[in-house]
């Protein structure tokens, strides 16, 4: 029983000292929570001080008039300067009349725009001259000398011992000078033509002469089935100047479209001025709309009501007069920026007044003629058939380079020969020594994949073009209609 008795001792020691624990733990905790209550409630007395609570008895009251940077005007003066303004900058302001036909000369002279079009017939011009000098002649000169000190010729090699009247037994030293100067002509056949003079001296020493050994020589290589024929050689000239002519078209469009948008912006520049007129007509209506509803307000005949509404009125014709003249400065700047004169720069303050009237008249227009006119005359249209002549060209000259390589050589040489240079000529013409030569070479890739990849893809290509061409004229078609039924 001993045992058990010291184990209930123990557990008793154990939870008295737990509990005391507990009572310690929960006295801290309620010293801690008093304090912050206490240092909270003192915050809070601190956040809740006299500056609030007058700040949230009162209410602040704040004029805009007291907050302008400058003096405070009525709606009625403001008005009144800005119509002002705008009289004395119209009325001090530079005016220029123009007419239609000076904004078109303008354009066509000093456009931006254009002149950068311009150029480029003339790189195109460039273009051709670099595919023609493809077949210029070729002067060519070529120099050489040669020096050799072999060793002896062995004993045995002859049984004289003597060769060629040279002894056996000494080593043969010969200096050999070689010259050429001659002409490569490029034929348009897709051959190769030279004319040469080739001159060789040969010294060899041991007292003997110098031997010359001069020659005219004439040498032609011509394919006779791939890259044979005019039209294959010729196929870049004939991209290149079709490739001019497209340039041209597209010049031709865009001074079109410079002078389309240079007549829209001088009507929209004439419709503004109109606008702006009437405009101040409207003004000068409100005005005395206003001064004629006073006048009844002082003898009694209407209500303040009417003054107020006249001047509601006033207030949206000044702003619709502020309104339209920006809108014509916007209108005048783009005339400007589109005519490029020295003396009307975009910032300078010269009113252009469009002094050509309109004449409205009624047409009755034929769409489907006009819409079929125009996808024949449309510069866009043009482009792209010379686009597919491009195409057609080129599909011929990918079924040409599929063919294997045939081609013929032959080389004819007069021959020459004395010990004395001016003899080896005098042999040339005289004496009519004659060498030739002439011979074939044949060429095919196996598989010829690369030949037929191109074909395939100048096919596709013309493919393309056909479908562009039919896309684009639907939408030269859509256009005419939509601008014939805006007409209407």
């Given at each position: 029983m001993l045992p058990y008795r010291l184990t209930d001792i123990m557990r008793n020691k154990i939870h008295r000292k737990r509990k005391d624990q507990g009572l310690i733990l929960i006295s801290v905790v309620m010293a801690t929570v008093f304090v912050s209550f206490s240092s909270c409630a003192g915050q809070h007395n601190s956040l809740l001080g006299k500056d609030f609570e007058d700040r949230l008895r009162s209410i602040e009251v704040m004029t805009l008039e007291d907050q302008s940077v400058s003096l405070p005007i009525t709606v009625e003066e403001a008005e009144d300067e800005a119509s002002k303004r705008l009289r004395k900058r119209q009325t001090l302001s530079e005016r220029i009349d123009l007419s239609v036909e000076d904004v078109r000369k303008a354009a066509l002279e000093n456009n931006l725009d254009l002149k950068?079009?311009?150029?480029?017939?003339?790189?195109?011009?460039?273009?051709?001259?670099?595919?023609?000098?493809?077949?210029?002649?070729?002067?060519?000169?070529?120099?050489?000398?040669?020096?050799?000190?072999?060793?002896?010729?062995?004993?045995?090699?002859?049984?004289?011992?003597?060769?060629?009247?040279?002894?056996?037994?000494?080593?043969?030293?010969?200096?050999?000078?070689?010259?050429?100067?001659?002409?490569?002509?490029?034929?348009?056949?897709?051959?190769?033509?030279?004319?040469?003079?080739?001159?060789?001296?040969?010294?060899?020493?041991?007292?003997?002469?110098?031997?010359?050994?001069?020659?005219?020589?004439?040498?032609?290589?011509?394919?006779?089935?791939?890259?044979?024929?005019?039209?294959?050689?010729?196929?870049?000239?004939?991209?290149?100047?079709?490739?001019r002519r497209q340039t041209d078209s597209r010049t031709t469009l865009s001074a079109i479209r410079i002078l389309a948008t240079a007549e829209k912006a001088y009507w929209n520049h004439y419709a503004v001025g109109q606008e702006l007129e009437v405009r101040h007509q409207q003004y000068e209506r409100a005005v005395e709309q206003l001064k004629r509803a006073r006048r009844l307000v002082e003898e009694g005949a209407t209500a303040m009501v009417e003054v107020t509404r006249a001047e509601a009125g006033l207030s949206r014709r000044v702003d619709a007069i502020i309104v339209t003249e920006t809108q014509r400065r916007l209108t005048e700047r783009n005339l400007k920026r589109i005519m490029n004169v020295e003396e009307l720069d975009l910032g300078s303050q010269t009113v252009l007044v469009a002094k050509n009237d309109p004449r409205p008249l009624h047409l009755q227009l034929d769409a489907t003629d006009l819409a079929k006119k125009a996808v024949e005359n449309r510069m866009e249209m043009l482009e792209l058939e010379l686009q597919l002549a491009i195409d057609a060209v080129t599909i011929n000259v990918a079924e040409n380079r599929i063919l294997p390589l045939f081609s013929l050589n032959y080389t004819y040489s007069s021959l020459g020969r004395g010990t004395k240079l001016g003899k080896s000529f005098d042999t040339i013409f005289n004496r009519g020594f004659e060498d030739w030569r002439a011979g074939v070479v044949f060429e095919v890739p196996l598989g010829n994949l690369a030949a037929r990849s191109r074909l395939r893809r100048a096919i596709l290509q013309r493919t393309l073009s056909l479908s562009t061409k039919a896309q684009r004229a639907l939408s030269i078609q859509q256009e005419v209609y939509d601008a014939v039924d805006q007409l209407e």
């Open positions: 950068v079009e311009l150029v480029m017939p003339s790189i195109a011009e460039e273009s051709i001259g670099e595919e023609e000098a493809a077949f210029e002649t070729t002067f060519f000169g070529a120099s050489s000398i040669q020096k050799s000190d072999p060793p002896a010729l062995s004993p045995a090699f002859s049984e004289e011992g003597v060769l060629s009247g040279i002894q056996v037994g000494a080593g043969i030293q010969s200096t050999v000078a070689s010259n050429e100067i001659g002409v490569r002509i490029p034929l348009k056949t897709g051959g190769l033509g030279t004319v040469s003079l080739p001159v060789r001296s040969l010294d060899i020493g041991s007292g003997l002469p110098t031997q010359h050994d001069s020659g005219m020589q004439f040498s032609i290589s011509q394919p006779l089935l791939r890259n044979a024929g005019v039209a294959v050689n010729t196929t870049p000239i004939t991209i290149a100047k079709l490739q």
